[in-house]
Nanobody
Framework: QVQLVESGGGLVQPGGSLRLSCTAS????????LGWYRQAPGKERELVAA???????NYADSVKGRFTISRDNAKKTVYLQMNSLKPEDTAVYYC????????????WGQGTQVTVSS
């Protein structure tokens, strides 16, 4: 059974930091591209950041320079370090794993709430 379990969300003041973690089980973690998506109320889910098997990264323009994605294949965990948080970063954040060969094989976590507010 495949599971992606996120943690690390919460309430933070503007300008603060959070680190999200997503730990996988039931997959060969190193064979997957990993991503963080977010969905704010009334908006579509959007890609925040992604990291390939080889460690290449890409980011949404809105988070470049503030967020950093990383992965630890030994721990089967992907991280999202979020700094200089803004109220517009408020959303449910989802972890995604997409197989690099069988690209239709994709899994989602249950989501973790991030709220940026004073």
């Amino acid at each position: 059974q495949v599971q992606l379990v996120e943690s690390g969300g919460g309430l933070v003041q503007p300008g603060g930091s959070l680190r999200l973690s997503c730990t996988a089980s039931g997959i060969i973690f190193s064979m997957y591209t990993l991503g963080w998506y977010r969905q704010a109320p009334g908006k579509e889910r959007e890609l925040v950041a992604a990291i390939s098997r080889g460690g290449s990264t890409n980011y949404a323009d809105s988070v470049k320079g503030r967020f950093t994605i990383s992965r630890d294949n030994a721990k089967k965990t992907v991280y999202l370090q979020m700094n200089s948080l803004k109220p517009e970063d408020t959303a449910v954040y989802y972890c995604n794993a997409k197989h690099t060969v069988s690209v239709t094989t994709t899994y989602w976590g249950q989501g973790t709430q991030v709220t940026v507010s004073s």
